[in-house]
């Protein structure tokens, strides 16, 4: 009978042990600075990619060209 109260006891201190570690880890993974950090270089990262930079910059000429044209007119 003791043998087997301690075991639920190591049973329970093991699991509590494991949440204890799940929790540790979900609040690492949920860290609002972390998951806009994270935002932030996946976004700089596709920006950065030469097809997409390339567009950006023709569509930013496109709308600097219309926005001048717009003014002298």
Not at 18 to 34: C, F, H, M, S, W
Not at 37 to 65: H, Y
């Amino acid at each position: 009978m003791a043998d087997e109260t301690k075991r639920i006891e190591d049973e329970i201190a093991k699991a509590r042990e494991e949440l204890a570690g799940t929790l540790d880890q979900l609040v690492v993974r949920a860290n609002p600075q972390r998951l806009a950090d994270d935002a932030k270089v996946r976004v700089v990262a596709v920006v950065n990619q030469p097809a997409v930079k390339f567009g950006l910059i023709g569509v930013g000429a496109l709308v600097v060209a219309v926005v001048v044209r717009k003014i002298l007119r």
